[in-house]
C-alpha cells in the first residue's frame, strides 16, 4: 500500500521510516469509507500487487487511479518508493598463515571484544603481506627456518565486512616453545577447536596437515 501511495503522491520521503509510515497511516484513515474500510484495505492492497507492482513497470494504463497519479503524470514512477541505500561492505585485506610445525598447526586466540572475539584463529597479519614481510614478522615470533610457499587467496563475507585474504603455508623448521601459538592436531582441529568459517575456508582450501 505505501507504495501506490508513495507513487501517487510523488513522496520521495524514504519508505521505512517509521515517522513517514504513522503519517501515511493517518492520512489514509481520514479517508477510509466508512463501513467499507475492508474493502478500500484490500483494493489498494490488490492495486499493489497486480498494477502498480514492486518491480518492473507499473501497469499505469491499466490503473484506476491514473488520473489522480502524480508520478505517472510525471513519468517517474520508477523513482518510487524511494528506499535506504545499503551501506557498503568494508573491504579488509588478510594475509592469513598456515603455519606448520612438526606436524601441528599454529592457532591463536583472537582478540576478547570485536569481530569474532576471543574465538580462535589462524595466525594473521593485516594487509597483503609479501614473503619478505611475513618472515620478518615470523622471526619476531620466535619462528625460524620456514619454507614459505604462496596458497590460494579466500574471500569470506560478514554482514558489514569482506575479508580478502591472501594464504601462505609456512613449514616452520624452529619454533620457540615459549611462542604465542598453540599447535595442533588435525584431529584436534576438527574435533576440539571452533575455528570461524573465515578460517576454515582458508584451511580447507589449502590443505596444510
Ligand atoms: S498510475 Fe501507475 S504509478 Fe500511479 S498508482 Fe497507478 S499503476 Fe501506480
Redesign the pocket.
Known sequence: ML??VT??TADSREISNTKFKNEITAALQEIYPVDKCGIFTQSLME??AV???PNGT???T?????S?????AAGT?PA?PVKKKKAQRRIEEKTVLLMIHAGRLALQKRAGSGLLGGMWELPNLSGKADTAQIQKWLEKCGITDCRIQKGSPVCHIFTHIEWHMDSYLIECGKAAPDSDFTWITEQALEKEYALPTAFKKVYTQNRPL
Open positions: 507504495r501506490v507513487r501517487l492495486l499493489g498494477v502498480c507492482m507499473p501497469r499505469c491499466e490503473c484506476p487511479l491514473q489522480l497519479c502524480s508520478a505517472c514512477q518510487y
